[in-house]
């Protein structure tokens, strides 16, 4: 036996020795749990493969004071870091499912832990305009209480619950993970508990904003020069900046009129007053009306008033709003 031994041990190479304890470790998770072990390759697949999945998620938080955890409700983190049952609330984090009931109504933070499970859960849906149709697969859905999600934010009342990933008869069907993103963290505005869609997401960082800048090289206003961009995007005219360059004006105010294709647009005329005109002051005008733009329109401003001075001149910003 002793020959045996160094002999197999003179055949084993490192390398050899980690293929057989991969091989031993397989064995162990087959037998032991019942789950087939298969390795991933880092390359492209060119078949079908199985693909090695854990069971889904169970953690343990710290229970807020006074909180009474029923089983199957909806575990959210508060302000605190506590985990309570979901409310209708801003600056809540939504965390999964409580696992079993956990009671601390007499207790103080952090006296006992709660179980919480993550995963695609079925919920209550809401009802009238913030019920959750078919439509809304894929958006964001909102915390009502610790077992009601609706489609809508209530005006800026309720925080995020998860993602809306299917609909049958028996609700909504929402993941629900203890994913900061959806709940936190990227913009200020309401702990971004009013993001449903990518839409509404571009309008709070500003991302739905597109600046055009035109360079208006004079500001006579018997010369009545007319200054055009097109319109790369669709949207609507939000606000007109124009800053005083080179110059001052003379004489009486300049204007420049604003319009859309042949239309003028309500409200859209920048008007840079002789009574306050200096060398890097800004004046605006916010269109009211007559604003919509799609792709290829053409913006124009015509220059008016009363200026005379030649060399003043001035830079346009048109902020269209997608």
Not at 19 to 48: K, N, P, S
């Amino acid at each position: 036996m002793k020959k045996f031994i160094e002999k197999a041990a003179a055949h084993l190479t490192p390398l050899r020795i980690f293929l057989v304890l991969g091989a031993i470790i397989a064995f162990a998770i087959d037998h032991i749990t019942g789950f087939a072990a298969t390795y991933v390759m880092a390359t492209a697949l060119a078949a079908d493969q199985d693909m090695p999945e854990r069971e889904p998620k169970i953690f343990s938080y710290k229970v807020a004071s006074g909180a009474k955890c029923y089983a199957g409700g909806i575990a959210v983190r508060n302000s605190t870091g506590y985990v309570q049952p979901a409310t209708t609330a801003t600056g809540l984090v939504a965390l999964g499912i409580f696992e079993e009931q956990a009671d601390n109504t007499l207790g103080q933070d952090g006296d006992i832990e709660a179980r919480v499970r993550e995963g695609v859960f079925v919920l209550g849906n809401s009802a009238d305009s913030d019920a959750i149709t078919i439509a809304d697969l894929g958006n964001a859905c909102y915390l009502v209480d610790d077992a009601t999600v609706a489609k809508t934010n209530g005006s800026n009342t309720r925080s995020v619950a998860g993602i809306i990933r299917y609909l049958d008869d028996l609700g909504p069907w929402v993941e629900i993970k203890n994913n900061k993103s959806l709940a936190a963290g990227l913009v200020a505005a309401n702990n971004l508990s009013d993001v449903g869609n990518a839409a509404t997401v571009r309008n709070q960082i500003g991302a739905n904003l597109v600046a055009l800048e035109l360079n208006i090289a004079d500001l006579v206003a018997s010369d009545a020069k007319v200054y055009r961009i097109a319109s790369p995007v669709a949207g609507v005219i939000y606000e007109i900046l124009a800053v005083l360059e080179n110059h001052i004006i003379v004489a009486a105010d300049a204007t420049l009129t604003g319009k859309i294709n042949t239309t003028a647009i309500t409200t859209g005329v920048v008007t840079v007053p002789l009574a306050a005109t200096a060398i890097g002051n800004v004046y605006t005008a916010l269109p009211s009306a007559a604003k919509t733009v799609v792709v290829g329109d053409v913006i124009s401003f015509t220059v008016g008033g009363g200026n005379t001075d030649a060399t003043a001149t001035a830079r346009l910003s048109i902020l269209i709003k997608t």
